[in-house]
T-cell receptor
Framework: DVKVTQSSRYLVKRTGEKVFLECVQD?????MFWYRQDPGLGLRLIYF???????EKGDIPEGYSVSREKKERFSLILESASTNQTSMYLCASRGAGFDGRRKLTSTDTQYFGPGTRLTVL | AQKITQTQPGMFVQEKEAVTLDCTYD???????LFWYKQPSSGEMIFLIY??????QNATEGRYSLNFQKARKSANLVISASQLGDSAMYFCAMRVRYRNTGNQFYFGTGTSLTVIP
């Protein structure tokens, strides 16, 4: 089974602090994603990475940065946390190799971590 | 623009009854994938079912089936014989492939399902 872990389930930080959220997957997946989830807004993509040292902005990258130094680890960084970054943060990973005509395999599906609920005071 | 719409913020269903959760999508791409995820109160996102845009038959996984109507751009989730443990948020998602950056996923705002004993 794919396993995606996140460093903390709950985190409380103060405004202006630098925050690191870590995500690790054990399936040698190329693609990794960071989302935030807010009531009424669903999941919104912050950043994603399709290979080591590669990163792409998602829909809401402002105020965030990411780091992918190793394939299994994708870190989300809040350089200076603000109260509007209080949210649930979800990490996901998936394998590469997509063919829309093929039946579903594990390479087509995103697998999520348990989430980190971040509160910024 | 890519878009996923879930118009039902909340749904109730009697235990053992079937329920349909609506999802419509908007894409100009010919090749895409559609997913449903379940998120219980514990917070983790659980993959339920997948439908590829070229798949002619509706996907089924146990009590879950995906009613895929390509011309209408809808991908409704049908849960048969609802159980109390089905109470959760359900998210519809679409995966589109971009030439340079690979796949990108888009999620709907979710539907909260409550199963009544």
């Amino acid at each position: 089974d794919v396993k995606v872990t996140q460093s903390s389930r709950y985190l409380v930080k103060r405004t202006g602090e630098k925050v690191f959220l870590e995500c690790v997957q054990d399936m040698d997946h190329e693609n990794m994603f960071w989302y935030r989830q807010d009531p009424g807004l669903g999941l919104r993509l912050i950043y994603f990475s399709y290979d080591v040292k590669m990163k792409e902005k998602g829909d809401i990258p402002e105020g965030y940065s990411v780091s992918r130094e190793k394939k299994e680890r994708f870190s989300l960084i809040l350089e200076s946390a603000s109260t509007n970054q209080t949210s649930m943060y979800l990490c996901a990973s998936r394998g590469a190799g997509f063919d829309g005509r093929r039946k579903l395999t594990s390479t087509d599906t995103q697998y999520f971590g348990p989430g980190t609920r971040l509160t910024v005071l | 623009a890519q878009k996923i719409t879930q118009t039902q913020p909340g749904m109730f269903v009697q235990e053992k009854e079937a329920v349909t959760l609506d999802c419509t999508y908007d894409t100009s791409d010919q090749s895409y994938g559609l997913f449903w995820y379940k998120q219980p109160s514990s917070g983790e996102m659980i993959f339920l079912i997948y439908q590829g845009s070229y798949d002619e038959q509706n996907a089924t996984e146990g009590r879950y089936s995906l009613n895929f109507q390509k011309a209408r751009k809808s991908a409704n989730l049908v849960i048969s014989a609802s159980q109390l443990g089905d109470s959760a948020m359900y998210f519809c998602a679409m995966r589109v492939r971009y030439r340079n950056t690979g796949n990108q996923f888009y999620f709907g705002t979710g539907t909260s399902l409550t199963v009544i004993p």
